[in-house]
């Protein structure tokens, strides 16, 4: 639970889209544990299910993140300027929270 809530907490605090993907995916790793404790089937199949879905989230959110850095020259998370990458890591930012 500490990784979970440092990790939180370092999102908030980047600017950098890396650092903030970095972050992410060190709290979808602390999750799964936690999801799978239980040894039950469908515990593994609920972690299972989760990780599936955030790495798809993830690797949206890393794509659109590096258009919008090669059409920028920049990886500031306060220059978005393009609308389509803003759109796609909105949504993987729903799928993350969902």
Known sequence: TTSITLSTIMITMTTHWLMTWACLEINTLSII??????????????????YLTQTMASTTMLFAATVEALST?????????????TTIITMALMMKMA
């Open 73 to 85: 020259s920049n990886w500031e998370l306060q220059l978005m300027t393009k609308p389509m990458p």
């Open 33 to 50: 544990p936690l999801i799978s404790k239980p040894h039950h089937p469908r515990a593994t199949e609920a972690a299972t299910k989760y």
